[in-house]
């Protein structure tokens, strides 16, 4: 049966692309059969996307329409790009799209914006994460204010019924190397921001992406955290 986990963040720009081809890329050299599938994209202009990236990352699995059915160029939210090309974001779409990827041992889906950020006129990232009930994987960068950030987003997620699996902190800051880190680094506030939340949640995985790193720290098995999509397996 197929799994699924669904990637999202505390805001954009985060870094959910960046763990999504991490764990990807982990599975593919694991020989699990993995998928990437983001429902809707906006900010799709010329050159290699972070569809692209996905695609790549789970070694050319499916065809790249498969992994981003609904793209836009204009980087604003999804239904105001679609908008401005005289479109609209196609709710049934949003869900039907993950059906070219159901014979895949596990699927990752990467939502767009925040866990409350909307995909369509209709539909939140939350609302289609809670139609597939699958788990969510929770990413922030991992800059000042990500424990609050990242408390916020689980509390947010578990208050509408999500249950959530991981939280991966994204360095996108290079650090400092060697033994004199200075406290507001973002090596060290990675890695203590990273201890203070997996004490104040020891139910969910807590782990990092270093700056540029493809490794996700400590090692995850992904597979096994991840559900069925029970709402496609009752159709």
């Known amino acids: 049966m197929t799994k699924g986990l669904f990637i999202t ?8 692309t960046a763990v999504a081809v991490a764990i990807l890329q982990q599975c593919v050299l694991q020989r699990i059969d993995c998928r990437a599938y983001k429902p809707v994209a906006s900010g799709v202009q010329s050159g290699p996307s972070d569809i692209d990236r996905l695609w790549s990352a789970s070694g050319n699995a499916g065809t790249r329409d498969d ?111 060697g033994g004199n880190q200075k406290p507001d680094s973002p090596e060290v506030i990675a890695r203590q921001s990273q201890g203070e939340l997996q004490r104040r949640l020891p139910h969910i995985v807590v782990c990092g992406l270093g700056y540029e790193a493809s490794t996700i720290e400590p090692f995850v098995d992904w597979q096994s955290i991840a559900a069925p999509f029970q709402m496609l397996s009752k159709r």
Do not use: W
């Not at 992994?67 to 479109?87: D, K, M, N, R, Y």
């Open 67 to 177: 992994v981003c059915p609904q793209s836009f160029q204009l980087p604003v939210a999804p239904q105001q790009a679609a908008a401005a090309e005289g479109s609209q974001v196609d709710d049934a779409l949003l869900r039907q799209g993950l059906y070219p990827h159901m014979r895949a041992d596990l699927v990752l889906i990467e939502g767009a914006g925040g866990l409350f950020s909307p995909l369509s006129h209709h539909t939140l990232n939350a609302d289609l994460a809670r139609d597939f009930q699958i788990p969510v994987v929770i990413v922030d960068s991992s800059r000042l204010g990500s424990i609050g950030r990242t408390l916020t987003a689980v509390t947010a997620a578990e208050s509408v019924g999500l249950t959530v699996s991981a939280v991966v902190l994204s360095q996108s800051e290079t650090g400092h190397h």
């Open 9 to 16: 963040g505390t805001d954009t720009d985060v870094g959910k």
